[in-house]
């Protein structure tokens, strides 16, 4: 399993199902909205006595409304019951939706439509905490990036897919609107199809009383949500990268035509551009983090958010002189064209690596039995800031802005957002430096890190080559490590924002620090005893030549208080690095040594009562073979 790539969960029962279950769902959603507003806008005054704006407008509301209304609810269900029961229910809800709406279309019922759309928003309400809550029961830690990446991809393929299709039928004469009919009963019968086959995923909260009051039942999980703080401000994260995704979308018609004086063939390319953008961006995720849920990526996805948000600005700054509207053709004739799209497709991308480990925190920090509950959290919240957005917009629209300074305000303001989330949360910032290490500095190769266990306690050693093996062995494995640092490495600027932040335990010698040292056994004890990994260098000192120095006692007090599995670790090839202690010019060996290949090599795991001190030294030893 740990070679296979992300794109081999189609093929297992325990997602494949589940993704086609909620991508069929996500191209009913865009087809049937967007199919409703071009009738409502291009026929609306001839079937209504309303203007096609208010109706537009309210087809929108009403379509957000059920996630304020209904999504705590929608939570408390996903947490009390059995959810593939529950997921079948809602898809079955769904091709009774799509019959009605079909019968909508096709006598041209606007009122009656419009009621439909409140009712698929009432469906896909109760249908988002499961699509999400149901993914860690089913998919393991390693496969958690990758599983969210792809129903990232799949979502937004469907809104831009979706949107199209929406468009294109509902324009054909005659038949139009019996084939939009046809074609949302038939993905509402393929999706129920499609769910029929996800795998049962027990209740984990079967107890809990069902809170009927929207009001009251949100402001309870709000608070709840509050109270685990990196889940909560993963939740603002990604509702803030809603916020963005409402004013670039939102605004891109509008856009095209008043900057670019460009035509629909140019709207649906640009949303074509940045769909493909958010689709690789997700993707990447999984290689780009080794399988972990890599904190790392935020950091980086923000980054890129803010430079290419407002690189967008200057792009979009190429003078059009045509008498018509200009064409996607026309487009790509017109110099700066390719920077303008370059920076479309980035901003999609790196809203990949920006969202998909945040969806994945919220899934793996949350509490199994509020886990859905906390996904309904997000749903409100998110609900919130777009409409936050399509208000923010107006205004500033109202009072002159252009939509191109628009874009550059909401860069700017992501850029503030950013600093505020990671000043609140620095593990963010701390695995974003972790991050960069391990792939900018350094090549790293992994061998027989499956030796780790995916849960439980148990004590890793390595040998010590530099100042930062622990970083490097942070970034690899899998699960958080809790590092036993001697004290004065821990103290030292920026590795002590890294260590304090990981919550690395300092310890020291009992001539130097006695309370120290015994305040760092009780430490180990406890992170043991809570079941995490605790991991030591137990040769007690950096390297000075290269060679590893006997293993101190201190780990047999640590396996005697805690008889826990012992791992054996080796690094390889940090020896001579800008980070060791090999004598040399700093400047120069860290130009030499750029992006030079490394190696960490884990051993089977050692019972604890078999642990001897001399027998694991020569195990790391061994494993790390010639190369220091």
Known sequence: MQNESQFS?????????????????AFNDNIFRNALVIMVVFNGAALLSFDSNTIVNLCVGLFILPFFLFSALAGQLSDKYEKSQLLRKYKLLEVFIMLGTAAGFYWQNIPFLVSML????????????IKYAILPQHLSDRELIGGNALVETGTFLAILIGTNIGGMLI???????????????????????SSRYVPPAPAQAPEIAINWNPVSESWRIFKFAKANRTVFLSILGISWFWFLGTIYLSQLPNFTKLTLLGNEGVVALLLTLFSVGIGV???????????????????????????????LYFAADFSVVSKELLTAGGLLQLAGSIRFMFDIVMLGVFGGFYTVPLYALIQQRSEPEHRARMIACNNIINALFMVVATGLAIGLLALDFTI??????????????AVYIYTLVPEFLMRFIVWLLIHSIYRVSKEGLDQIPDQGPAVLVCNHVS??????????????????????????????FVFRTARAIPIASRKDNPALLEAAYDRI???????????????????????????QPGLKKIIERNPVPVIPLALRGLWGSAFSRKPG???????????????LVAGPPVAPENVNLEELQETVLRMRGERR
């Open 9 to 25: 969960l189609f093929t297992k029962r325990r997602f494949g199902p589940l993704f086609f279950s909620q991508l069929f769902g």
């Open 525 to 551: 004890a406890a992170e043991l005893d809570a079941g995490n990994l605790v991991c030591i260098f137990p040769e007690g000192r950096l390297t000075k030549d290269g060679e590893m120095h006997p293993f």
């Open 404 to 417: 191109p300074q628009l874009f550059l305000l909401t860069a700017v303001l992501n850029a503030l957002v």
């Open 281 to 311: 961006g997700s993707l990447l995720c999984e290689k780009l983090s080794g399988r972990m849920v890599e904190l790392g990526l935020v950091p980086l996805g923000s980054i890129g958010l803010t430079i290419f948000g407002i690189d």
């Open 585 to 599: 010019n700093l400047l120069l060996t860290m130009l030499r040594r750029f992006w030079s290949h490394i190696e």
């Open 467 to 496: 100042y930062v093996d622990a970083l490097v062995l942070g970034g690899c494995i899998r699960r958080p490590v809790r590092f036993v640092a001697w004290y004065k490495i821990y103290n030292m600027p920026l590795l002590n």
């Open 118 to 129: 409140f009712m698929m928003g009432l469906q896909s309400t109760l249908y988002g905490p």
């Open 171 to 193: 324009a054909i004469p005659d038949i139009g609107r019996a084939l939009i009919g046809i074609t949302l009963i038939t993905l509402a019968v393929l999706g129920y199809v």
